[in-house]
């Protein structure tokens, strides 16, 4: 299992608000993903010039994970599950979703702590 990056992702009803702040302290918006899963989510990815990132997407609900993206998904849940991480009881958010180009699921560590899990799609 490589990581390729990892970054917070702010889940959030007050999307624009939170990308403004950011944008306050440096950062930009380096590329936009739309309509994700059930919910056609907006998420905004914002780089820093130090190379930092992180991820705001609109929501209807507020929570904050870390965003995990690795060169094998399989691999790597197992790992997790390994290690006791599991499902979020939330229906939604058990779910993988595959959106073409990547695909994504959350997993919880036995302390309670939240990645999502997600892998790029390379043709």
Known sequence: MKITT??????????????KLFEEMGFERHHTKRDIGEDKTVDIRMKNPEGFYVDVAQSDENYTLIRMNVDDFDETIQFLTDH?????YHERASKTIDTGSSKFTVM????????????????
């Not at 970054?7 to 999307?15: C, F, G, H, R």
């Not at 919880?108 to 043709?123: A, M, R």
């Open 6 to 19: 990892f970054n917070p992702l702010i889940i959030t009803t007050q999307a624009e608000e939170t990308i």
């Open 84 to 88: 006791g991480f599991r499902k979020p």
């Open 108 to 123: 919880v560590s036995p302390s309670g702590f939240i990645l999502e899990i997600s892998q790029h799609i390379k043709d």
